[in-house]
C-alpha cells in the first residue's frame, strides 16, 4: 500500500513545499535490512546520560553498549563537529525527586538538534508503584510524562521510548538489555512514545542476536496475507519454524506464504472447537514442541451500535477473542519452558473506536485475557504479551474511504501508518529469550497515535 503524500514531501520541492505551508512531514522510517538485519544497530554515537544517583547503572549501561560494538560517550561535547548522534540513552534507575530530572532533560534538550534521521532517545527507569514515597513516585512518573511529551517533538523518523524495570531489575539484567536493544534498533521503527515494562529480570541473551528464536517452533494463526504474512517473514527470519493457520478458502496464498519461508501450512477455522488440538496434532508430528503462539487471525464488521446485527457481532467476537481464549486452555498446556504466547489487540481496544463497539470489545478482552495469562506463564518461564497496532497499512486500512484514510495515517507522531512488518518486529521481540522479562504487557505499535496514552 503506498503513501503517495510521503513520497512526495520525502524530498526535493515536495519537501520544501510542506515545510513552508507548514503540512506534515513524513520521512521513510529506519527499518532492517533484510541482508543484514541489525547492521547499523544505531546510526551514529551513542550519548549515555544519567540522573539522580544514577552514574553507576549508566555506567553498566554503557559497557554493555560497547560490548555491541557502539560508539558509546558519555560527554555531549564529545561530538566532532558534524557528526550527528545515533542514539541517546538517558539512565533514571536512581531517582530521589523531580528535581533530579532537569539535568539530563535539558543535556538531551542541547544534543536534539544533532540527532540522526531515525535516531533513537530511550529512557530506563523505575516502575512507580514500587517507591512509597511521594518524592520518588513524582520523578517516576515525572519520566513517563517527559518521554510521552518527547516523543511528539522529534522529527525525521527519530523515536523515543522507555523501559520501565521493576526494582529488582538490574540495568544489567538480560531483559533489560534486550528491551533496550530493540527500542535502539530499526526492529522498532514504528514504535514511538511507548513506556515498555520490564518486570522482572528472566530471560537470556540469545547466542546470536541476529537469529534469536533460532531451533523454536511457531504457530500463527491468520498467515494468509497482511500482518500475519509479515509474522510468519520476521520469525522465520529470526530463526523459527513457523507452522501457518488460515481459513480454508486462503489456502492459496497461504501455501505461498509458507513455502517461502519454507514453513508447514495447517488450513482450519480456528473457531471450530477442535482447532487448537488439530494445530497441536499437527506440530508436535512435524516438530515435537510448541514454544510461540500468535494469535493473530481477526476480522472486523463494522457498524454503529444503533445498527448493529446479532451476527456481525457473534462472528467478530467468535474470531478476535472466543477462539484465542479457548484455544489458550490447550495451548498453555501444552507450551515448552520459556514458551510464549503473543496476541494481536488494537488501539480501538484502548481508547475506542466509532462503528467499532464489537471490535473494540473483543480487542480490550485481548488485553484482559493477556494480564490473566500472564502469572500462570511465569511460573514455567513462559509469557503472554499483546500487541496493540495502530493504523497499519494493509488490505484491512486500503478499504478506508481516501480523505478519513490521510487523517488517519496522519494522526501519530511519526506521521504515517505502519507497515505489517512493523507488527511482526515487535512480536518477534516478544517472543525472543531476551524478552523474558516482560510479562502480560501490550505493546502499542502505533507510532504514538493520538488516541488513547
Ligand atoms: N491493519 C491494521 O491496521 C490493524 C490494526 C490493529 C490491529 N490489527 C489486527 O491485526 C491482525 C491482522 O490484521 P490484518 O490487517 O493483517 O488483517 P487481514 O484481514 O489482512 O488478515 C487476517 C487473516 O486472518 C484470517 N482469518 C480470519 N478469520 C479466520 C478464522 N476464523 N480462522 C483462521 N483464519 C482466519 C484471514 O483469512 C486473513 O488471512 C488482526 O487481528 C487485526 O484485528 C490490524
Known amino acids: 500500500m503506498s503513501d503517495k503524500y510521503l513520497d512526495l514531501v520525502s524530498g526535493g520541492w515536495g519537501r520544501s513545499l510542506a515545510k513552508k505551508l507548514g503540512l506534515p512531514q513524513p520521512v521513510p522510517l529506519r527499518r532492517t535490512d533484510p541482508d543484514s538485519v541489525d547492521r547499523p544497530l544505531v546510526p551514529g554515537p551513542v550519548l549515555v546520560l544519567d540522573g539522580g544517583a544514577s552514574v553507576r547503572a549508566a555506567d553498566t549501561v554503557a559497557e554493555n553498549l560497547l560490548g555491541w560494538e557502539l560508539d558509546v560517550r558519555r560527554d555531549p561535547d564529545e561530538l566532532a563537529k558534524g557528526r550527528r548522534w545515533g542514539a541517546v540513552v538517558i539512565v533514571l534507575t536512581e531517582l530521589a525527586s523531580p528535581a533530579d530530572l532537569g539535568g539530563p532533560a535539558l543535556a538531551l534538550g542541547g544534543v536534539l538538534r544533532r540527532m540522526a534521521p531515525g535516531g533513537r532517545v530511550v529512557t530506563l527507569s523505575r516502575r512507580a508503584d514500587d517507591a512509597g514515597d511521594p518524592a520518588v513516585v513524582a520523578a517516576r512518573l515525572g519520566v513517563d510524562g517527559f518521554l510521552r511529551s518527547l516523543a511528539k517533538e522529534l522529527r525525521a523518523g527519530a523515536t523515543a521510548n522507555g523501559i520501565v524495570l521493576g526494582d529488582d531489575v538490574p540495568v544489567g539484567a538480560p531483559s533489560a538489555l534486550g528491551a533496550l536493544r530493540f527500542l535502539l534498533s530499526a526492529r522498532s521503527a514504528f514504535v514511538a512514545g511507548q513506556l515498555l515494562p520490564v518486570g522482572s529480570a528472566d530471560g537470556a541473551v540469545p547466542a546470536d542476536w541476529s537469529r534469536p528464536l533460532t531451533g523454536r517452533v511457531a504457530v500463527v494463526t491468520g498467515a494468509a496475507r497482511g500482518i500475519g504474512a509479515a509474522i510468519v517473514a520476521v520469525l522465520a527470519r529470526d530463526g523459527a519454524h513457523v507452522v501457518g493457520v488460515d481459513v480454508p478458502a486462503a489456502g492459496e496464498s497461504l501455501s505461498r506464504v509458507m513455502n517461502s519461508v519454507r514453513g508447514s501450512a495447517l488450513q482450519l477455522d480456528i473457531t471450530a472447537q477442535d482447532a487448537a488440538a488439530r494445530i497441536l496434532d499437527h506440530v508436535r508430528e512435524r516438530h515435537g514442541r510448541l514454544d510461540v503462539v500468535v494469535h493473530n487471525a481477526g476480522i472486523l464488521r463494522d457498524k454503529l451500535l444503533a445498527n448493529m446485527t446479532p451476527d456481525r457481532w457473534d462472528d467478530l467476537l467468535a474470531v478476535n477473542i472466543l477462539a484465542p481464549l479457548r484455544m489458550n486452555e490447550t495451548f498453555v498446556e501444552a507450551l515448552g519452558e520459556g514458551g510464549r504466547i503473543i496476541s494481536l489487540s488494537s488501539t480501538s481496544g484502548i481508547a475506542g473506536n466509532r462503528g467499532q463497539t464489537n471490535y473494540a470489545t473483543a480487542k480490550a478482552g485481548i488485553i484482559g485475557m493477556t494480564r490473566a495469562l500472564a502469572p500462570r506463564l511465569a511460573a514455567n518461564g513462559a509469557t503472554a504479551n499483546a500487541v496493540a497496532p495502530g493504523f497499519i497499512e494493509t488490505d484491512m ?57
Open 397 to 453: 486500512t486500503a478499504r478506508i474511504p481516501p480523505v478519513p484514510r490521510q487523517v488517519a495515517r496522519r494522526a501519530n507522531s511519526l506521521q504515517q501508518g505502519g507497515r505489517p512488518v512493523d507488527v511482526a518486529e515487535a512480536i518477534a521481540f516478544l517472543a525472543s529469550p531476551q524478552a523474558g522479562g516482560i510479562n502480560g504487557q501490550t505493546l502499542r505499535v502505533c507510532g504514538q497515535n493520538l488516541v488513547g496514552q
